[in-house]
């Protein structure tokens, strides 16, 4: 059985068919990958796993389970974790609070401990803490526990997205777009943390990227998204060679 | 230093360095030694005070540090200053400063035992200063109430408006709620009356039962919340905030329309039983479970969805329930606090929860700071001096009051004193460890 499995999903927005017939599945330890020109849908289907969106038509299932119709943060606590393409970050808490925060649906010491003080909520937080201490050594990011996220460097910035994505211990990793807006130093260091990941975790990762030699570097299969339809798939040789990928796509990527 | 040759530097520079011995020294004054110079300096006013205020050519011992009087009577203020300092400065420095070494070792035994038993000694000694300090006369003992009472409604409104970020307007209405409903009970369980006939209990339980009518108006607070925290799931910003104050209208139309509570005439027969020290346990209950809840990681989950709600649901956190109790935990205490209020004053209507409460409330939410359980003491003891000083302008203390609210927006866009909660155990450890942070910030100089 794979770990997430998506049939004939599609959905309109308003007259708009943003995506249309998606099919997909992957299994753990798996890294696949999404790419297309902008407005392609490709982020909708994201929005659509994580339960931001609902599909007009189609199944997705996590581990056997339809996960259609769940609200975001139960899909997120079934073990699908994201990031976003504009970071989302919460403007006003530190790095730490960040990553404590992502552990929220491992608490269970409820309201009366958040109130009173319980041993329990003592106990909890302090785990939630050493957990999030061993995720920002992980990620390089220690230094800045205690700082608040407006103001730090963009490549620590998208290594605390990280960093919190993973705290929430997801089974899929979703990655919208993790080099968009960074040099070509910061992509370097980006692809090592991925690799990272994926060595360290015992997850499948699904990404989209606008850079091919990302996706080319990173992923063992390939989808190509244009106007909410798949146009081609395979292994990154075969993408790569494809007329109406290039056509969609390449193409003017490559004289760039 | 000597400061025979006196030139400007060598004195500018003596002055700098007592200023930094000053401050080394306080720095090291634990809170048991502050509240115990603030014992001896209510203890020196309830004794002397009266006299010395005769003599200085007073009329009595200025009510609130004087502020009362910085307006009405501008030429007595060089009286008050003196009062001030003989009365309060001087003994609270003194003491703070003398006692500091012996409560320093005092304070660091009493951490070995339980947290509670240092908290409570803190908080008996917190209560004996405030009670000597109010019982001089029946003003002080209402404004300390009052003030009691604002900083709950703060901090109660600074949970949706500073950590939830959502600009609600409707506490003015869960206060109305809690006070009706309080009000209510009491009335109806311990005072014969002739609207709901003989009591449901003997009278002679009210005063130890009344904390269930606080409670009861609380949840009746909350009750109504859930006509603002339900649509909150779909709307957020502006129209939320429309929403919320329909809602405050929708309250005080509806008392204004029961004539069965007196209508717009208002409601009375309620004991006095919000005395000053019910009103204060009520008030350190409230602050110190809104500053556990805002510290815990699911009262941060506010601040998350706040900042950002998409991510916040992306990272597992229950948007729904965050902002369910929130709304509700916060209508709790607005309820409470307007429990007490009926109960400190015995009469409620409902023109008294209108808009310039809501004003009153918001002021002191703003100008205090936001998302700051701190800012909210600040704001709300702030604002109530300033309104005593400015009670001689009558109507025109909310022109002046508004003007600034506007400075403070303009320079300080989000409070006096924002995002700052209290850490119990610093309060309560002894003043060691800060000495040499002191040095050494003196010595990086």
New interface residues.
Partial sequence: MPLLQIENLTVFFGGLRAVHDFHFNIELGQVRGLIGPNGAGKTTIFNLI?G?HKPTNGEITLEGKDIVGL???EI??MGI??T?QNM??????TVL?HI??????K?D???V?????TSL?HKE?DD?EKRAVELMELFGISRYADQVVTGLPYGIQRRVEMA??M??EPKLLLLDEPTAGMNLEELGDMVKVIRQIKKEFDLAIFLIEHRMRVVMDLCERIQTLDFGEVIAEGIPEEIRSNPRVIDAYLGKEAEI | MSLEDSTVTTKAAGMASIMTRLRHAFAQVPMLSWLLGILLAVLIEHFVGYSFAIGLGLSNVPPLLGVTIIFSRPALIPNVIVFVLLVYVLPIGGLALLSAPLMNRFAAKLISYPIFVSGLLHLALLYADLHIWATINDYRIYIARIILIAILVTLSLNVVNGYMGEFSCSHPGFMALGAYGASIFTVVCFVPNNVFGVTLLPAALGPFLFPLAIIFGGLLASFGALFVAIPSFQTRGDYLAIISLAFMFIVKSLIENLEIFGGARGFMGMPSWASLPVVFVWTVLGLLIINNFVRSTLGKALNAVRDDETAATAMTINTRRTKMVAFLFSAFWAGVAGGLLAHVISYVNPGSFGILKLSEVLAMVYLGGLNSVVGSLIGAVGLNFLMEALRSFEIYKWIVIPVLLILVMIFRPTGLVAFREFKVEDILNPKVETVKEVEHAAATD
């Fill in positions: 994580t931001i609200r975001p943060n997120a606590a974790g994201r976003f989302r970050l919460w403007r006003h808490m609070e404590k925060m992502a552990r929220y649906s608490l010491y409820g309201l401990g958040a109130f009173f003080g909520r937080e939630a919190r994505a705290a929430t």
